[in-house]
């Protein structure tokens, strides 16, 4: 049976480890490759790196702290942020991630989805939504963009939808109102994405402790659990994370872990 | 010391060469990356990963003449390890795009049936039908990280060497010969991946140990189009 994955997210900017709170106050939490090298040996299923800063002229950076990680760390590792193009996505491909996230650039040209799918197989596609409640419309998120600045009017659920029947082969969903709060997922918005589509889906933002990642599955019918802040400030180790998910009848990989 | 036996790392574009490379390189091998046919010759053995669609893989594979090179290199008794598409390849033909494959062990690639989710993506157990060196100090149901929509169901099913279920059940390891393959990763898969990879380098230093497995299936010959027949040697 699958297992259920906990995901580390690391958001780089400049080659650096960052972390803020709902996309803002940005602090130093250290060098990427080690950082996902010391997530790796603690259990991480998966490593994700989000370049927050994805300023076009800083890609390399981005390039060297993929290809440094992928040479040490044996863990899928999935890459985001700025991505804008094909050419931009073989690149950091070949650097050494096994999957790319689109965002911003998915928005802007749905086809990129289609195209990047056809070109590299769907399972290297990731799309990242970034939502927010609508003001006066409960049970209705909206869709954000270039990191939370933009609102692009979209529905959640209708992107998320459209973005998989395109050739997404995972959804990666953020609640912009719940990051780095650790006041728990926003469970009705992961219910209402996940009854909708048919591809994996990686809760993000809230996590605040196990039980958020229990109920992020078990309730929000997430397929992995994403969280930054509460493992870069060893509020919860993975370990703790995935015991407490274990023992609510959840299969996880259970790692005799060093660290 | 013992040697670093020398593998050529198949490069056609589908595939994360960084990962796999560095893989087999903390496992104890040589990796020299080819990507045009005649480069393949004269390794000790092979490695093709790779992930993605297998028409247009196996157009650069004809392209560069990767494709008859591979198949002559796996005839003549070279070990050959295919990870996710690159053991996909190795079949007849795929229901994902109808493209012909490379052939070497019969066999058809289909649609995961019956999956909850698709792409199959997480860590899943990996369960052997019978002992291969290939999986030697991995607890018999120990997960591997996966990562695809498709797998190839060999038609012999001597040829099957591990089993996972994701809706249904599929062939996530192969052997036939000196030919094996694993639809996951192991050069993802952590501890037990990096296992894995150890013990293929392993048997191509030691090519003796082929035969030993070999003996213990001796109804590979007569498989259907029994290609690697001369793989025994």
């Known amino acids: ?259 | 010391m013992t040697t670093r036996p020398r593998l050529a790392l198949v490069d056609y574009g589908a595939g994360n060469l960084v990962s796999v490379g560095r893989a087999l390189e903390v496992a104890g091998a040589e990796i020299r990356a080819v990507s045009r046919g005649p480069d393949v010759d004269g390794f000790d053995g092979i490695v093709v990963p790779g992930v993605g669609a297998s028409a247009p893989a196996m157009a650069v594979l004809r392209r560069t003449g990767l494709e008859p090179a591979l198949r002559e290199a796996v005839a003549s008794g070279v070990p050959y390890l295919g990870i996710c598409l690159g053991l996909q390849l190795v079949f007849e033909r795929s229901d994902e795009d109808g493209a012909e494959l490379l052939g070497l062990v019969p066999g058809v690639v289909r649609l995961l049936a019956d999956a909850p989710r698709l792409p199959h993506i997480g860590w899943n157990a990996v369960e052997r039908l019978r002992e291969h060196p290939l999986f030697e100090g991995v607890k018999p149901d120990a997960p591997f990280y996966f990562v695809h929509s498709y797998a190839g169901e060999p038609r012999a099913t001597e040829a099957a060497l591990a089993t996972t279920e994701h809706g249904s059940r599929f062939t996530s390891a192969v052997s036939v010969g000196r030919l094996v393959g694993v639809q996951f990763h192991p050069e993802r898969s952590a501890e037990d991946g990096l296992r894995l990879l150890e013990n293929y380098v392993g048997l191509v230093r030691e090519p003796d140990r082929w035969t030993e497995v070999q003996g213990r299936r001796p109804a590979d010959e007569s498989a259907p189009g029994a290609v690697l027949s001369g793989a025994g040697r």
């Open chain 1, 1 to 259: 049976m699958l297992l259920r994955r906990v995901i580390p997210c690391l958001d780089v900017a400049a080659g650096r480890v960052v972390k803020g709170t709902r996309f803002r106050d940005l602090r130093d939490a250290g060098d990427p490759a080690e950082l996902a090298e010391r997530y790796a040996a603690a259990g991480a299923d998966e490593i994700v790196f989000l370049d927050i800063d994805a300023a076009p002229q800083r890609r390399g950076t981005l390039l060297d702290v993929v290809e440094r990680t992928a040479r040490r760390v044996f863990v899928p590792l999935t890459v985001g942020g700025g991505v804008r193009s094909e050419a931009e996505m073989k690149a950091v491909l070949r650097a050494g991630a096994d999957r790319v996230s689109l965002n911003t650039a998915a928005v802007a040209d749905p086809g990129l989805i289609r195209r990047s799918a056809r070109r590299f197989g769907r399972q290297c596609v990731v799309v990242a939504i970034d939502a927010r409640a609508r003001e006066g419309a409960p049970g209705r998120w909206e869709v954000l963009v270039a990191g939370g600045r933009r609102n692009t009017g979209l529905d959640t659920v209708d992107w998320a939808r459209r973005a998989a029947d395109a050739g997404a082969g995972e959804i990666l969903l953020t609640s912009i109102d719940r990051d780095g709060t650790r006041q728990g997922f926003d469970l009705p918005l992961l219910r209402a994405v996940s009854g909708a589509i048919g591809v994996p889906l990686v809760a993000s933002g809230g996590a605040g402790s196990p039980a958020d990642m229990v109920a992020a599955i078990s309730e929000g019918g997430a397929d992995a659990v994403l969280a930054a802040s509460i493992f870069h400030r060893d509020v919860h180790s993975i370990a703790a994370v995935k015991a407490a998910m274990s023992r609510a009848g959840i299969p996880v990989r259970l790692v005799d872990a060093a660290a």
